[in-house]
């Protein structure tokens, strides 16, 4: 019913730069919050930044100042643009948004298949 899918990874140097996607479709009705987190090797999944509905926006302080998240919610869309990119920041990226289906009652989250962002030189 509901197909969340992430694009623009890839490998890049070291401050360098990278812009995510996440797109959801399906039978949407509304979609709450939408975010990116990411999961190092032997690491657990982090939050990396979030956005509501209507623009409000918070970020893991490792990433602040760098990340820029934002949203088209005409296009029920998500970008996560990353610079000054560095070493540690290498890990999947995965899309997470929290979506009211058009036949359901409740909201629930949503989650995409990942994008895989290294940084090395």
């Known amino acids: 019913q509901v197909q969340v899918v992430e694009s623009g990874g890839g490998l890049v140097q070291p401050g360098g730069s990278l812009r995510l996607s996440c797109a959801a479709s399906g039978i949407i009705f509304r979609i709450n919050a939408m975010g990116w987190y990411r999961q190092a090797p032997g690491k657990q999944r982090e939050l990396v930044a979030a956005i509501t509905s209507g623009g409000s926006t918070n970020y893991a302080d490792s990433v602040k100042g760098r990340f820029t998240i934002s949203r088209d919610n005409a296009k029920n869309t998500v970008y996560l643009q990353m610079n000054s990119l560095k070493p540690e920041d290498t890990a999947v990226y995965y899309c997470?948004?929290?979506?009211?289906?058009?036949?359901?009652?409740?909201?629930?989250?949503?989650w995409g298949q990942g994008t895989q962002v290294t940084v090395s030189s």
């Open positions: 997470k948004a929290e979506i009211l289906v058009a036949t359901d009652r409740y909201v629930y989250p949503y």
